[in-house]
């Protein structure tokens, strides 16, 4: 059973950084997609960004168009490890952050919440203006 346990949510003001980070666990595949998804009160689960991992490589990272130049999707030196680097946020990147892990290939389309089978608790990301 695969788990994802994402940290680093928490409050900043506009412009600000912050760092979220997802542990998977109990994958035993030789490769796997990762990826962030994000909800605000109201709204869909949207997708934010994807980076593909097999054994030792980590490559094919996607971007929503609105965070693009500002979110960093990247592998930890932990072998399952996705982190999202968050640069210049803004009052609506404010969400509900999750994390999730699919096994098609090369992420295929990776901001289809169906192509996940598993999901974290969820992190919230507050920025103020």
């Known amino acids: 059973q695969v788990q994802l346990v994402e940290s680093g949510g928490g409050s900043v003001q506009a412009g600000g950084s912050m760092t979220l980070s997802c542990a998977a666990t109990?994958?035993?595949?030789?490769?796997?997609?990762m990826a962030w998804f994000r909800q605000a009160p109201g709204k869909e689960r949207e997708g934010v960004a994807s980076?593909?991992?097999?054994?030792?490589?980590?490559?094919?990272?996607s971007y929503a168009d609105s965070v693009k130049g500002r979110f960093t999707i990247s592998r930890d030196n932990a072998k399952n490890t996705v982190l999202l680097q968050m640069n210049n946020l803004k009052p609506e990147d404010n969400a509900m952050y999750y994390c999730?892990?699919?096994?098609?290939?090369?992420?295929?389309?990776?901001?289809?919440?169906?192509?996940?089978?598993?999901w974290g608790q969820g992190t919230q990301v507050t920025v103020s203006s």
């Open positions: 999730a892990a699919g096994t098609m290939q090369y992420c295929g389309t990776w901001s289809s919440l169906s192509g996940y089978r598993y």
């Open positions: 109990g994958y035993t595949g030789s490769s796997i997609c």
């Open positions: 980076l593909y991992f097999t054994e030792w490589l980590a490559f094919g990272a």
